[in-house]
């Protein structure tokens, strides 16, 4: 296939991903459910003999083989597209953030670990599933999105309530976890054993690896920040014409992604975890550098592949063989509500015994969504072949779910306790 073809149909399918996006947004629901819909659809609507994305592929003259080329530089796209996502993540995760959270966030984060993690387990297990496959449910279970939540959070002029503090630290703090637990999972998958040693080595290996960026963007890098901050501001002292010179520290930023990606890779631990921990080592300057604003323009290409890419995996034809998997997705759904609600709502309740129950609900529903997180974690099990197709479309429904499910129920609970205009009390602050 010539590369102007290659070209045509991406942008074709990129294009389709931004207006998917972009209806979706405008109904009110996160884009990212429009371009995994638009991912299933291309490749389950038929175009006479082909496929919708077989078509668009074959710059609309289909032959045999000819979807291949695409659809492997879209497989690339959406690698680099979720180490990019991690990355913005990481950015977002200051470790000043995670020491100033308090024992409430602590708690609600790793409640919210345990109860959906066994909840996944045993709810695979009992089904007939294997020991990895179980544990790729309980880490998908455990995921949140931030993302979802603090969108409405700060449409709702909230940020300053207990509840969203509360919730937002224990989504970091969750990452964190998350982070460790698929690590562990994804370490434990690929040495296909399942002896002592081994779950110590890959957990000792994630937690160490983990501690050890904690530590450097905690307490080495401030010391170099302001070590060259003191130097400029003594040269400029000596020198009113002095000028400083100038790192683009976006590219050294993609540079450190990549790296760490590669580095989680060799230390057998999955590259979004290194991409995740490379982003943390900039949170603290990533505003001053503009890091983020940066990384959303080259997200807003990769991370679009991602999800269509999510979309593509999707098999419907499964659900349509076999009804029954329907059941089961609604079955994983209701349980991924109510182990995170109950499990974060617990973990509040520990920490603060008279917290109202408005507020435990609050900080229960806020924890819910699974974004694209969860989806994350069922993309590199079906990477591995842990996960079969049913199970990774099974993961997938439950994801997009409580991503639409829980921002409406979290604005009426909000609404409820802070009626407009949401005046916060003094006793609602932290």
Request: glycine content about 8%; aromatic content about 8%.
């Amino acid at each position: 296939m010539e590369i102007a073809q290659v070209i045509l149909a991406l942008a074709v399918i990129f294009i389709l991903a931004k207006v998917s996006s972009r209806i979706f947004a405008k109904l009110g629901v996160p884009g990212l459910i429009g371009e995994i819909i638009l991912g299933i659809l291309i490749v389950s609507i038929p175009v006479g003999d082909y496929s919708l994305f077989e078509w668009i592929a074959s710059e609309f003259d289909p032959s045999p083989g000819s979807s291949v080329t695409v659809h492997e530089i879209i497989e690339v796209f959406s690698e680099l597209g979720v180490i990019f996502l991690l990355f913005t993540v990481g950015l977002e995760t200051k470790v000043t953030d995670l020491t100033s959270v308090g024992k409430a966030a602590l708690l609600v984060a790793v409640m919210g670990v345990i109860v959906p993690f066994i909840v996944g387990y045993l709810f695979v297990t009992v089904t007939g599933g294997n020991m990895y496959t179980s544990m790729f449910m309980g880490a998908a279970m455990v995921a949140t999105s931030v993302g979802i939540t603090a969108r409405v959070i700060k449409d709702m002029k909230l940020m300053d309530a207990k509840e969203s503090r509360i919730i937002i630290g224990a989504a970091v703090i969750d990452d964190i976890l998350g982070m460790i637990v698929l690590a562990i999972v994804s370490g434990m998958a690929r040495t296909g054993k399942v002896d002592v040693v081994n779950i110590l080595v890959v957990s000792l290996t994630a937690i160490v690896f983990v501690l050890a960026v904690l530590f450097v963007a905690g307490k080495v890098i401030p010391i170099i920040y302001d070590k060259i901050q003191a130097q400029r501001a003594e040269k400029i002292l000596k020198d009113p014409n002095y000028i400083p010179p100038g790192f683009n520290m976006f590219v050294v930023a993609i540079a450190t992604c990549l790296a760490f990606a590669y580095v989680a890779d060799i230390a057998g631990l999955a590259m979004i975890i290194g991409a995740f921990l490379a982003g943390m080592l900039f949170a603290e300057h990533a505003w001053e550098w503009k890091l983020e604003e940066k990384f959303e323009s080259i997200s807003a290409l990769f991370v679009s592949f991602f999800f269509v890419y999510v979309g593509m995996n999707v098999d419907i034809q499964v659900f349509i063989d076999d009804p029954a998997l329907l059941g089961t997705a609604l079955i994983l759904i209701v349980l991924a509500c109510l182990t995170k609600f109950v499990g974060c709502g617990l973990g509040a309740k520990i920490a603060e015994p008279h917290m109202e129950m408005s507020s435990v609900s609050i900080i229960g529903t806020g924890m819910m969504p699974r974004g694209e997180v969860g989806i994350i974690v069922a993309l590199l099990g079906l990477g591995m072949e842990i996960l079969s197709n049913d199970m990774y479309g099974i993961i997938v429904l439950m994801c997009i779910a409580t991503t639409i499910i829980a921002p409406p129920i979290l604005s009426v609970l909000f609404k409820k306790k802070y009626n407009s205009p949401y005046a916060i009390r003094d006793s609602d602050r932290l």
